[in-house]
């Protein structure tokens, strides 16, 4: 398990756009605490379609942290 999670994160720090899993591995936050932050205004995905997947900036992301 250790093992696939070390391989998520690595192919997700190669991706240019991100999904909600990818974002919660980069930045040890869990789905819910980034949705949380997504309803509060303080994260912005750049795709948020009803019933779709949640996109994200990879930059954006890094951004984000800094503040």
Known sequence: MNDEKSLRIKLAQTKKYLDIKDVS?????????LRRKISEGKLKPIQDVPNGKLLFKKSNIEKWLEN
């Open 25 to 33: 591995l980069l930045t040890n936050f869990s789905i819910s605490s």
